[in-house]
Protein backbone atom coordinates (compact mmCIF):
# COMPACT_ATOMS: atom_id res chain seq x y z
CA UNK A 1 0.00 0.00 0.00
CA UNK A 2 1.03 3.61 -0.47
CA UNK A 3 -0.23 6.56 -1.33
CA UNK A 4 -1.20 6.46 -5.11
CA UNK A 5 -2.53 3.64 -4.49
CA UNK A 6 -4.82 4.54 -2.00
CA UNK A 7 -6.07 7.27 -4.01
CA UNK A 8 -6.94 5.18 -6.56
CA UNK A 9 -8.79 3.02 -4.28
CA UNK A 10 -10.55 6.36 -3.21
CA UNK A 11 -12.25 6.60 -6.75
CA UNK A 12 -14.21 3.55 -5.95
CA UNK A 13 -15.74 5.27 -2.41
CA UNK A 14 -16.16 9.15 -3.79
CA UNK A 15 -14.80 10.89 -6.79
CA UNK A 16 -14.74 14.97 -7.46
CA UNK A 17 -17.23 16.05 -9.02
CA UNK A 18 -17.59 16.56 -13.10
CA UNK A 19 -18.41 20.14 -12.37
CA UNK A 20 -14.51 20.48 -10.92
CA UNK A 21 -12.87 18.76 -12.98
CA UNK A 22 -14.29 20.56 -16.05
CA UNK A 23 -13.78 24.30 -14.29
CA UNK A 24 -10.27 23.19 -13.47
CA UNK A 25 -9.38 21.86 -17.03
CA UNK A 26 -10.79 25.21 -18.42
CA UNK A 27 -8.95 27.50 -16.02
CA UNK A 28 -5.52 24.92 -16.37
CA UNK A 29 -5.69 25.80 -20.53
CA UNK A 30 -5.04 30.28 -19.57
CA UNK A 31 -7.69 30.38 -22.40
CA UNK A 32 -11.16 31.01 -20.89
CA UNK A 33 -13.95 33.54 -20.28
CA UNK A 34 -15.49 34.24 -17.05
CA UNK A 35 -19.04 33.42 -18.77
CA UNK A 36 -17.45 30.08 -19.78
CA UNK A 37 -16.75 29.00 -16.01
CA UNK A 38 -20.22 30.65 -14.80
CA UNK A 39 -21.57 28.09 -17.55
CA UNK A 40 -20.30 25.22 -15.87
CA UNK A 41 -20.59 25.66 -12.33
CA UNK A 42 -24.24 26.99 -13.12
CA UNK A 43 -24.97 23.19 -14.19
CA UNK A 44 -24.96 21.75 -10.49
CA UNK A 45 -27.98 23.51 -9.05
CA UNK A 46 -26.69 22.36 -5.39
CA UNK A 47 -23.08 24.05 -5.85
CA UNK A 48 -24.77 27.00 -7.87
CA UNK A 49 -26.56 27.71 -4.23
CA UNK A 50 -24.20 27.49 -2.08
CA UNK A 51 -21.81 29.46 -4.03
CA UNK A 52 -24.31 32.33 -4.18
CA UNK A 53 -24.76 32.18 -0.17
CA UNK A 54 -21.43 32.42 0.71
CA UNK A 55 -20.91 35.33 -2.10
CA UNK A 56 -23.71 37.25 -0.53
CA UNK A 57 -22.76 36.13 3.24
CA UNK A 58 -20.63 38.47 5.41
CA UNK A 59 -17.71 36.96 4.45
CA UNK A 60 -17.69 38.91 1.46
CA UNK A 61 -19.52 41.90 2.75
CA UNK A 62 -20.93 43.18 -1.03
CA UNK A 63 -22.80 46.04 -0.68
CA UNK A 64 -25.63 44.89 -3.09
CA UNK A 65 -26.98 41.14 -3.37
CA UNK A 66 -25.59 39.00 -5.90
CA UNK A 67 -28.48 37.28 -7.96
CA UNK A 68 -26.68 35.39 -10.88
CA UNK A 69 -23.30 33.00 -10.82
CA UNK A 70 -22.41 35.22 -14.03
CA UNK A 71 -22.61 38.85 -11.72
CA UNK A 72 -20.47 36.89 -9.35
CA UNK A 73 -17.57 35.61 -11.71
CA UNK A 74 -17.77 39.27 -12.51
CA UNK A 75 -17.24 40.92 -8.97
CA UNK A 76 -15.49 38.43 -7.49
CA UNK A 77 -13.43 36.71 -10.67
CA UNK A 78 -12.91 33.48 -11.64
CA UNK A 79 -10.11 32.24 -9.84
CA UNK A 80 -11.81 33.03 -6.49
CA UNK A 81 -14.85 31.39 -7.97
CA UNK A 82 -12.94 28.20 -9.18
CA UNK A 83 -11.56 28.41 -5.75
CA UNK A 84 -15.12 28.38 -3.80
CA UNK A 85 -16.22 25.64 -5.98
CA UNK A 86 -13.71 23.63 -4.60
CA UNK A 87 -14.58 24.20 -0.76
CA UNK A 88 -18.49 23.78 -1.25
CA UNK A 89 -17.78 20.22 -3.32
CA UNK A 90 -15.30 19.33 -0.75
CA UNK A 91 -17.88 18.58 2.21
CA UNK A 92 -20.04 16.64 -0.68
CA UNK A 93 -17.15 14.50 -1.46
CA UNK A 94 -16.42 13.45 1.79
CA UNK A 95 -19.42 11.97 3.15
CA UNK A 96 -20.08 8.60 5.30
CA UNK A 97 -16.93 8.88 7.42
CA UNK A 98 -18.09 6.84 10.75
CA UNK A 99 -17.99 9.07 13.57
CA UNK A 100 -15.91 7.15 16.09
CA UNK A 101 -13.42 8.50 13.43
CA UNK A 102 -13.63 12.07 12.96
CA UNK A 103 -16.34 14.31 14.29
CA UNK A 104 -16.49 15.75 10.40
CA UNK A 105 -18.42 19.14 11.94
CA UNK A 106 -15.16 19.89 14.05
CA UNK A 107 -12.87 19.12 11.12
CA UNK A 108 -14.57 21.69 8.98
CA UNK A 109 -14.20 23.77 11.24
CA UNK A 110 -10.82 23.70 11.38
CA UNK A 111 -10.42 23.17 8.02
CA UNK A 112 -12.51 26.50 6.77
CA UNK A 113 -10.61 28.40 9.59
CA UNK A 114 -7.20 27.35 8.29
CA UNK A 115 -8.40 28.62 5.12
CA UNK A 116 -9.53 31.98 5.84
CA UNK A 117 -6.93 32.56 8.20
CA UNK A 118 -3.96 31.97 5.38
CA UNK A 119 -6.18 33.90 2.87
CA UNK A 120 -6.63 36.54 5.79
CA UNK A 121 -2.66 36.60 5.89
CA UNK A 122 -2.30 36.52 2.56
CA UNK A 123 -3.73 39.26 2.19
CA UNK A 124 -1.70 41.05 4.81
CA UNK A 125 1.53 40.52 3.02
CA UNK A 126 0.26 41.84 -0.19
CA UNK A 127 0.45 38.31 -2.10
CA UNK A 128 -1.10 38.26 -5.48
CA UNK A 129 -4.09 36.05 -5.67
CA UNK A 130 -4.47 35.37 -1.89
CA UNK A 131 -8.01 33.78 -2.87
CA UNK A 132 -6.72 30.90 -3.48
CA UNK A 133 -4.80 30.57 0.13
CA UNK A 134 -8.60 29.86 0.80
CA UNK A 135 -8.61 26.69 -0.56
CA UNK A 136 -5.01 25.43 0.25
CA UNK A 137 -5.89 26.06 3.86
CA UNK A 138 -9.22 24.16 3.17
CA UNK A 139 -7.92 21.33 1.78
CA UNK A 140 -4.49 21.03 3.69
CA UNK A 141 -5.26 17.94 6.05
CA UNK A 142 -7.79 16.29 3.85
CA UNK A 143 -5.44 13.04 3.74
CA UNK A 144 -6.92 12.05 7.02
CA UNK A 145 -10.29 11.57 4.83
CA UNK A 146 -8.94 9.48 2.76
CA UNK A 147 -7.11 7.61 5.38
CA UNK A 148 -10.07 7.42 7.17
CA UNK A 149 -12.21 6.08 4.33
CA UNK A 150 -10.24 3.51 2.75
CA UNK A 151 -8.60 1.90 5.96
CA UNK A 152 -11.09 2.50 8.58
CA UNK A 153 -9.00 -0.10 10.68
CA UNK A 154 -5.98 1.02 10.39
CA UNK A 155 -7.30 4.72 11.49
CA UNK A 156 -8.72 3.21 14.60
CA UNK A 157 -5.38 1.86 15.37
CA UNK A 158 -3.68 4.95 14.86
CA UNK A 159 -6.21 7.23 16.68
CA UNK A 160 -5.89 4.85 19.97
CA UNK A 161 -2.10 4.92 19.16
CA UNK A 162 -1.69 8.67 19.26
CA UNK A 163 -4.80 9.60 21.75
CA UNK A 164 -5.67 12.64 19.82
CA UNK A 165 -1.73 13.57 20.20
CA UNK A 166 -1.27 15.53 16.71
CA UNK A 167 2.25 15.87 17.56
CA UNK A 168 2.87 12.12 16.91
CA UNK A 169 -0.26 11.48 14.16
CA UNK A 170 2.19 11.56 11.48
CA UNK A 171 5.43 9.59 12.99
CA UNK A 172 2.41 7.19 14.01
CA UNK A 173 1.15 7.07 10.80
CA UNK A 174 4.67 6.31 9.25
CA UNK A 175 4.78 3.32 11.72
CA UNK A 176 1.77 1.72 10.75
CA UNK A 177 1.43 2.64 7.46
CA UNK A 178 4.39 3.30 6.02
CA UNK A 179 3.36 6.92 4.66
CA UNK A 180 1.58 9.72 6.63
CA UNK A 181 -1.81 11.68 5.72
CA UNK A 182 0.46 14.81 4.22
CA UNK A 183 1.44 11.80 1.57
CA UNK A 184 -1.90 11.10 1.20
CA UNK A 185 -3.15 15.07 0.95
CA UNK A 186 -0.10 15.76 -2.04
CA UNK A 187 -1.13 12.43 -4.00
CA UNK A 188 -4.84 13.62 -4.07
CA UNK A 189 -4.24 16.92 -5.30
CA UNK A 190 -2.24 15.66 -8.55
CA UNK A 191 -5.08 13.07 -9.09
CA UNK A 192 -7.66 16.06 -8.84
CA UNK A 193 -5.31 17.80 -11.06
CA UNK A 194 -4.62 20.90 -8.95
CA UNK A 195 -1.93 23.62 -9.27
CA UNK A 196 1.69 22.04 -8.12
CA UNK A 197 1.17 24.51 -4.78
CA UNK A 198 -1.49 22.94 -3.45
CA UNK A 199 0.26 19.37 -3.84
CA UNK A 200 3.11 21.28 -1.60
CA UNK A 201 1.08 22.45 0.96
CA UNK A 202 -1.18 19.51 1.49
CA UNK A 203 2.63 17.67 1.83
CA UNK A 204 4.38 20.16 3.94
CA UNK A 205 2.25 22.04 5.49
CA UNK A 206 4.06 20.42 9.00
CA UNK A 207 7.49 21.54 7.69
CA UNK A 208 7.18 24.64 5.37
CA UNK A 209 10.93 24.64 4.62
CA UNK A 210 10.30 21.39 2.31
CA UNK A 211 8.32 23.13 0.11
CA UNK A 212 10.50 24.24 -2.64
CA UNK A 213 9.14 26.94 -4.79
CA UNK A 214 5.75 26.80 -2.66
CA UNK A 215 8.00 27.78 0.41
CA UNK A 216 5.74 30.90 0.74
CA UNK A 217 2.04 29.78 0.56
CA UNK A 218 2.94 26.74 2.97
CA UNK A 219 4.10 28.92 5.30
CA UNK A 220 1.18 30.66 5.60
CA UNK A 221 -0.87 27.79 5.72
CA UNK A 222 1.51 26.60 8.78
CA UNK A 223 1.07 29.66 10.29
CA UNK A 224 -2.92 29.36 9.69
CA UNK A 225 -2.87 25.61 10.99
CA UNK A 226 -1.34 26.31 14.06
CA UNK A 227 -4.12 29.32 15.06
CA UNK A 228 -6.88 27.30 13.80
CA UNK A 229 -5.79 24.48 16.30
CA UNK A 230 -5.31 26.56 19.11
CA UNK A 231 -8.67 28.19 18.39
CA UNK A 232 -10.63 24.81 18.16
CA UNK A 233 -9.04 24.05 21.75
CA UNK A 234 -9.02 26.98 23.52
CA UNK A 235 -5.25 27.63 23.69
CA UNK A 236 -4.21 31.03 24.56
CA UNK A 237 -2.18 33.38 21.77
CA UNK A 238 1.15 32.63 23.03
CA UNK A 239 0.46 28.57 23.22
CA UNK A 240 -0.88 28.88 19.51
CA UNK A 241 1.86 30.93 18.25
CA UNK A 242 4.48 28.48 20.18
CA UNK A 243 3.73 25.91 17.74
CA UNK A 244 4.81 27.94 14.63
CA UNK A 245 8.16 26.97 13.18
CA UNK A 246 10.63 30.31 12.75
CA UNK A 247 11.21 29.35 9.39
CA UNK A 248 7.56 30.56 8.53
CA UNK A 249 7.77 33.80 10.56
CA UNK A 250 11.28 34.50 8.60
CA UNK A 251 9.62 33.14 5.08
CA UNK A 252 6.17 35.26 5.40
CA UNK A 253 7.72 38.32 6.74
CA UNK A 254 4.95 38.01 9.89
CA UNK A 255 5.41 38.64 13.46
CA UNK A 256 3.69 37.03 16.53
CA UNK A 257 2.81 41.27 17.30
CA UNK A 258 1.38 41.11 13.62
CA UNK A 259 -0.85 38.22 14.01
CA UNK A 260 -1.97 38.96 16.72
CA UNK A 261 -4.28 41.48 16.68
CA UNK A 262 -6.12 40.03 13.08
CA UNK A 263 -6.98 36.69 15.28
CA UNK A 264 -10.21 37.92 16.28
CA UNK A 265 -11.69 39.34 13.17
CA UNK A 266 -10.32 35.78 11.43
CA UNK A 267 -12.23 34.24 13.69
CA UNK A 268 -15.62 35.39 12.99
CA UNK A 269 -15.00 35.47 8.91
CA UNK A 270 -14.57 31.76 9.70
CA UNK A 271 -17.82 31.27 11.33
CA UNK A 272 -19.59 33.09 8.77
CA UNK A 273 -17.47 31.35 6.13
CA UNK A 274 -17.98 27.52 7.37
CA UNK A 275 -21.62 28.59 8.19
CA UNK A 276 -22.85 29.52 4.92
CA UNK A 277 -20.73 26.58 3.08
CA UNK A 278 -22.73 24.37 5.26
CA UNK A 279 -25.74 25.20 5.77
CA UNK A 280 -27.04 24.29 2.45
CA UNK A 281 -25.20 20.82 2.69
CA UNK A 282 -27.01 20.41 5.68
CA UNK A 283 -30.42 20.71 4.56
CA UNK A 284 -29.89 18.80 1.63
CA UNK A 285 -28.63 15.82 3.53
CA UNK A 286 -31.99 16.64 6.21
Request: aromatic share 6%.
Amino acid sequence: MDPKTLVKDLDHLVSLPDICIKVNRLMATGNYSSAQVADIIIQDTDISARLLRLVNSSFYGLPTKVETLSRAVTIIGADELRNLVMAATALRTFTGIPKQLVDMTEYWQHSVTTGVMAQSLAKHCNILHSERLFVMGLLHDVGRLVIYLTLPEKATDILYITGGDNWILPETETDVLGFTHLDVGAELMRAWELPESFVAVAGCHNNPQQAGDYRLETSLVHIAKAIANGEMVGLSVEEMLWAITPFAWTMTGLTPEMVTPLIDEMVSKSHDALSMITSHHKQASA
